[in-house]
């Protein structure tokens, strides 16, 4: 069975830093793309940042261009999110997300099939 397990978030004032990890697990072999989605209160689920597993090809939001860092880690099946500078409108719930297979939907919450429980993340300014 496939698991996605989020860890890292918290409460941090604005201008701090804090590192989410995703750790995949109930596969042996790679994911295609690995992404990260936020999802605020009141607000759809919206993209953030992902990952082509193999080729290590990243792609943004506009909104944390700059700022955060999305990463991967073979070894341990785990993929990360370096947030910087954080900001109060980055507060939310932040889930990660994955699929087997490429696609061209990796900004969409539709182009994935396997979702974490999400992590809290709550700036304040």
């Known amino acids: 069975q496939v698991q996605l397990v989020e860890s890292g978030g918290g409460l941090v004032q604005a201008g701090d830093s804090l590192r989410l990890s995703c750790v995949a697990s109930g596969r042996t072999f790679s994911w295609s793309t690995m992404g990260w989605f936020r999802q605020a209160p009141g607000k759809e689920r919206e993209f953030v940042a992902a990952?082509?597993?193999?080729?290590?090809?990243?792609y943004y939001a506009d909104s944390v261009k700059g700022r955060f860092t999305i990463s991967r880690d073979n070894a341990k099946n785990t993929m990360y999110l370096q947030m910087n500078s954080l900001k109060a409108e980055d507060t939310a719930v932040y889930y990660c997300a994955a699929r087997i297979r490429l696609s061209d939907r990796l900004y969409y919450t539709d182009g994935y099939p396997y979702w974490g429980q999400g992590t809290q993340v709550t700036v304040s300014s």
């Open positions: 990952l082509r597993w193999s080729a290590g090809s990243t």
